[in-house]
């Protein structure tokens, strides 16, 4: 077998390639497509075969599959520009005749409506007209994605957002890589969808606590209006169109489109997700 990971370079790329690794996947048997060879020297030190692979440049992924049975998409990671370089990844494994497509999702993708799940709907479409054998992981939040806003209340004691009462069950990246690496390696997978999440769902005013337990010092969840909310981001810099985009991300919280758990994640690595405190430390520290 011999793995293609997409996106190596990334957060998550890097990660589930440390995973195939530690699970006992040799480290020839695995390729890393990465835009900018020079971003994952490391990995080729200890074997890892890497390769130039941009989502938007169809001879790259072909050059890249050569040899691959087996392949892990991690979406791209420019909002609005996503799934063009999602089909040419489709596109080129259905040429070369991949016997194993796993693709990064998103909670809810097909059944929920909110802006960030729409490139991943059409990707998941995608794969199911392409007849590829696939899997699909549908990731809740990183936990990760909150640690600027810990960052943040080092100083301030807030974590404000617009979510009202919504909840997420985040997990570690680590996780999520981890879930991707048995998936990639193990047979009986196919066809599978997974919806996967953290142990726990979480209320911003949990987050709050965890955050206050990382810093050493009392932190609140401090709700605000949407409006507020994306008055805020303009502050802090962002133009009108991301401002709203992230405050359509907080929507979708809102709405219960990351809520739920139910333990498919821990099932799937065989341990519990890390606890957000454990995360919230190791960031702080690192």
Known sequence: MTILVTGASGHLGHLVIDALLSRGATASDIVAGARTLSAIDDLAARGVRTVHLDYNDPATITAALDG?????LISGSEAGRRYAGH???????VAAGVSKFVYTSVSKATSFDWPLGAEHKATEEALVASGLPTVILRNDWYTENYVGD????????????????GRVAPAARADYAEAA????????HIGRVY??????????????AAAGEALGRDVAYVPVSREDF???LQGSGLDAGTAEFVASMEDGIRGGVLADTDGTLSR???????????????ALAG
């Open 68 to 72: 691959v049975d087996t392949v892990l």
């Open 87 to 93: 089909k040419n990844v489709i596109d080129a494994a």
């Open 150 to 165: 810990v960052q943040r209340a080092a100083e301030s004691g807030v974590i404000a957002a617009s979510v009202a009462d």
């Open 181 to 188: 690496a048995v998936v990639l390696l193990e047979d009986g």
């Open 195 to 208: 919806e996967l999440a953290g142990d726990a769902s979480l209320g911003y005013a949990d987050l709050a």
């Open 230 to 232: 994306v008055a805020a």
């Open 268 to 282: 799937l690595i065989g341990r519990p997700t890390t606890p957000v405190v454990d995360t919230f430390r190791a």
